[in-house]
């Protein structure tokens, strides 16, 4: 029986920095642009209101797509345990 070890895919302490900084950057970038606009406060605070319901939909988003792509490699175990348990259990030499 081939026995498959996976490997747990892990990110370095330095992606993830990265990343946070990144995601940091960006939204303050965007704060400081919505800030000093020149436009009423009411419009300031619907750009506002419009970039936080941006920012909760990509999260929302991200965790969908890794809970879907983890659902799958859970499927994936289950099939190919259940064939290496027929193809353990397989005799070729018995008769039929």
Avoid at 43 to 66: D, E, M, N
């Amino acid at each position: 029986m081939s026995e498959t070890t996976s490997v747990k895919q892990q990110n370095t302490a330095a992606f993830y920095g990265q990343a946070v900084a990144s995601f940091g950057i960006a939204l303050g970038a965007v704060a400081i642009g919505i800030y000093s606009l020149d436009a009423d406060a009411w419009v300031r605070g619907f750009l506002s209101i419009c970039v936080l319901y941006l920012v909760t939909s990509a999260f929302t988003l991200a965790k969908v797509i890794r809970d879907r792509q983890e659902a799958g490699r859970i499927i994936s175990r289950v099939d190919q345990a259940r064939l290496e348990k027929i193809l353990a259990e397989h005799d070729p030499f018995q008769k039929l």
